[in-house]
């Protein structure tokens, strides 16, 4: 399954309802794939600002990296998700 967990799985698609599931029953945030790629950069790269927030919140690493060297802040405003992008950058 690549190191695909179902935490990232949902992030991949933005399943909010999922996520939050998940991260109550104590789902590792910041678990990443055979890629390097966390449920961060995942919700990230799809553009899905609610399962970013739900992330953030639950303490997901903003400057974690993944094989290529990518955030999620660089995935993000390479697919022009401006939202997650202000997200991201807050607090930095």
């Excluded at 999922?18 to 890629?35: M, Y």
């Excluded at 966390?38 to 990296?65: F, P």
């Amino acid at each position: 399954n690549y190191g695909y967990t179902p935490l990232i799985r949902a992030s991949i698609d933005g399943h909010v309802e999922c996520v939050k599931e998940l991260l109550a029953v104590g789902a590792d945030v910041n678990k990443a794939n055979n890629s390097g790629r966390t449920s961060l950069i995942r919700a990230s790269r799809g553009g899905h600002v609610e399962t970013v927030k739900l992330l953030l919140a639950a303490g997901a690493k903003k400057y974690k990296t993944d094989i290529s060297g990518k955030t999620a802040l660089t995935y993000a405003t390479e697919r022009g998700h401006h939202e997650i992008v202000q997200l991201l950058q807050q607090g930095a």
